[in-house]
């Protein structure tokens, strides 16, 4: 049976509730690190996963005040506000109470019609996720609403084939998720490198001298604040999301015409060898800047233009890349309800700053290890290229 055989619905008649949360009152300060209640952010929905090592949790009498967003097994979450918009994980525990806040949308789906895995896998595939793009095209705000999720429309097998295809992609993600395994523990290896000749940059403890950021910057800045208008080709565009694996996911689809880059680079102009910080989304990932091709930024995005003389690049991307920097940084947003950097606070973050001669021996260590990393990259891109072709062939019922 092919696609063309296939029965169609809109996802509003495949469900019965697309809902999202609310941020409790109060907001962070109330989180929990243990409790009766998960609550489920932006940032704990990935692409295809759910991760729970940052959680928050909430009370008893503060889940019963958000009872229409409580989670079941068998959810669907799916992001719909912010840089990380578009992601979506399913909700697999059994017997774990938990909730969303408003940026996380639950899709319930009629079970004796949609599968939750052929809907999540569905969802992230390349043409849906391009649909989700194109619903935010002009618009200055990313945000899905509740009536454009329920008008999405659904290519429906029997559910004995959607089971097929969820169990195929299944499989083909499980690979990738070895292979980006692979390179977390090679980031690890670069972060013990850098707390072996530095310490934690936060405590100092060998007692360097200490500078503001913006001091060893000569601009720190973000990319447009304006959804820009995407085109099929011409200049690449990133956001938040294009940091990955200690890297940047070149060759995403996103791009802008070269009138309206001109006019974006006189606010920030990135080049070769210049860092990148996610300000929100994938909040925290740090990457140096390999190409020396034109580009533009997303707001999501912080430049930081570094004296090259003053500061090794490796050595302020391990820096910034340590748990504990990343900490102060948000201990800065308390009651915030979605994470995110500030300008001011990067500029004025106080960072150690060691002789430049241990800043270039750590940089050279670190390439023996970029090496590796680079051919997981490659390797890693070559299986997202397949699984790509593999997801559009098991929605056209080629599988």
């Known amino acids: 049976m092919t696609n063309a055989e296939w029965k169609k619905g809109t996802l509003g008649d ?17 989180y929990l690190k243990e409790g009766p209640v998960m609550l489920i952010r932006s940032q704990n929905v990935r692409m295809n996963e759910l991760t729970l090592d940052d959680v928050a949790y909430v009370t008893d009498e503060i889940d019963a005040g958000m009872t229409r967003s409580r989670v079941r097994q068998g959810d669907v979450l799916l992001n719909i506000t912010g840089a990380s918009i578009g992601r979506v994980a399913a909700f697999e525990l059994a017997d774990v109470r938990a909730n969303v806040n408003q940026h996380v949308c639950i899709i319930r789906s009629k079970t004796d019609k949609l599968l939750t895995r052929y809907l999540t896998h569905l969802i992230s595939s390349t043409a ?8 935010q095209h002009g618009g200055t705000r990313q945000a899905l609403t509740f009536s454009q999720i329920a008008e999405f429309q659904i290519p429906l097998p029997p559910l004995a084939e959607q089971r097929r295809i969820a169990e195929v992609l299944d499989r083909a993600e499980a690979l990738r998720a070895k292979r980006r395994a692979a390179l977390a523990e090679l980031d690890s290896l670069t972060q013990s490198l850098f707390l072996d000749l530095f310490g934690d940059p936060m405590m100092n403890p060998k007692g360097w001298k200490t500078c503001l950021l913006e001091d060893i910057a000569n601009k720190i800045t973000d990319g447009t604040h304006k959804t820009p208008n995407y085109t099929e080709c011409g200049i690449e565009f990133l956001s938040a999301k294009d940091l990955k694996e200690g890297g940047i996911a070149w060759g995403t689809g996103k791009y802008i015409s070269e009138e309206e880059h001109r006019d974006l680079i006189k606010r920030c102009n990135p ?4 860092i990148l910080l996610a300000k929100s989304g994938s909040l925290g990932n740090v990457a140096i800047i390999d190409r020396s091709h034109q ?4 707001e999501s995005l912080c430049l930081i233009k570094h004296d090259r003389q003053l500061i090794e690049g490796q050595f302020l991307t391990g820096l910034l890349r340590a748990p504990s920097m990343l900490a102060h940084l948000l201990g800065k947003n308390k009651g915030v309800a979605i994470k995110h950097l500030h300008l001011v606070d990067v500029r004025n973050l106080r960072i150690p700053l060691p002789p430049i001669a241990l800043q270039q021996e750590f940089a050279r260590r670190v390439g023996a290890v970029e090496k590796l990393k680079a051919a997981q990259r490659t390797a890693l891109a070559e299986q997202d290229a ?11 019922g080629e599988l």
């Open 386 to 396: 397949l699984f790509a072709t593999l997801q559009h062939r098991a929605f056209r």
């Open 295 to 298: 580009f533009s930024l997303f």
């Open 271 to 274: 080049e070769l060898g210049d």
């Open 128 to 135: 849906f996720q391009a649909e989700i793009d194109r619903l």
């Open 14 to 30: 495949l469900t019965t509730l697309i809902s999202s949360g609310s941020t409790p009152k109060g907001g962070s300060e109330i």
